[in-house]
């Protein structure tokens, strides 16, 4: 088992949190099942002045919880189809989150047979894989929703935890994915990170 990541680690500066989230351990408990997946790929939302926030238009019943205390998920449907998982960051008032865009798991964990580490892109494939829907929106991220991130010294030990090492040199960036309302300057801004396993 890897160590829970707590409020404290999500209060930070959200561009620093996405890139530090890569290599951890999403964690989800199913009753008495436990899946677990090293996040990927991630996005980051930052703030009023980003157009491609949910937020730059000001507080909302939808996207209130950006604006709440860092550590919780903000979890909503878009298209009417597919639920998007993202952790609120920073200050209470200050609307920060980061999207969760993609994990890698184990053959036992995907129902694959091939023995391959498989790799979940897409953020609504991401939320059906961990059977995440709105019933998580506003929850913190700790054992008591059954959905949690951890940390960690083990490398690609998906069944015990832990987290991958990455180093800065690993870490690619690029625009954000489908952003491109936010115009010319917001919706080219690098705020999409990742990695390759």
Do not use: C
């Not at 008032?93 to 892109?121: E, W």
């Amino acid at each position: 088992m890897g160590r829970i990541l707590s409020k404290k680690f999500f209060a930070s500066d959200t561009l620093l949190v996405a890139k530090d989230m890569l290599g951890k351990f999403l964690v989800r408990r199913i009753g008495r099942k436990v899946i677990r997946a090293i996040i990927t790929e991630v996005e980051a939302y930052k703030g009023f002045e980003d157009k491609a926030s949910h937020a730059h238009r000001g507080k909302t019943k939808r996207n209130e919880v950006m604006f709440g205390p860092p550590g919780y998920w903000y979890v909503y449907l878009t298209y009417g189809m597919h639920w998007m998982l993202n952790i609120v960051t920073e200050k209470t008032h200050y609307p920060a989150a980061i999207l969760i865009r993609g994990v890698a798991t184990d053959a036992d964990q995907s129902g694959s047979k091939n023995g391959l580490i498989q790799i979940i892109n897409g953020p609504g494939r991401v939320t059906k894989f961990f059977k995440i829907d709105g019933r998580l929106n506003k929850k913190p991220a700790n054992r008591a929703s059954g959905l949690w991130i951890e940390d960690g010294p083990t490398r690609r030990n998906f069944s015990e935890g832990g987290g991958v090492r990455i180093k800065q040199s690993e870490i690619k960036k690029s625009p954000r994915i489908g952003v491109d309302y936010a115009g010319p300057v917001w919706g080219k801004k690098h705020y999409r990170f990742y990695i390759n396993l």
